[in-house]
């Protein structure tokens, strides 16, 4: 994965994204040496996001599975579908 510091990311943007779009590179944007984001192609976001929710689907499937009953807006917040503010 190719890593660009935060400082150096508008001077270098447009051949990042280039790399990202047409070759499939991730970029990892780093803060005082560590990873705060990333670059990555719409498809790359596309799969993520399908993989995020499967895993929301076999953990509601799962707690469907649980024995009692439980409150909707647990169920909501433990599968992270409200705002961490709303909780």
């Not at 001077?11 to 705060?36: C, F, M, N, Q, W």
């Not at 469907?64 to 961490?84: F, I, K, M, N, S």
């Amino acid at each position: 994965m190719t890593r660009v510091a935060a400082t150096k990311l508008r001077s270098t943007i447009s051949d990042l994204l280039d790399r990202v779009v047409h070759h499939g590179e991730r970029v990892a944007v780093e803060r005082y040496g560590k990873p705060v984001a990333a670059l990555v192609s719409s498809k790359d976001l596309e799969l993520l996001e399908a993989i995020e929710d499967r895993m929301d689907l076999e953990a509601a499937r799962e707690a469907l599975r649980e024995p009692g009953r439980r409150r909707w807006d647990e169920v909501r917040a433990e599968l992270a579908l409200l705002d961490d503010a709303a909780v």
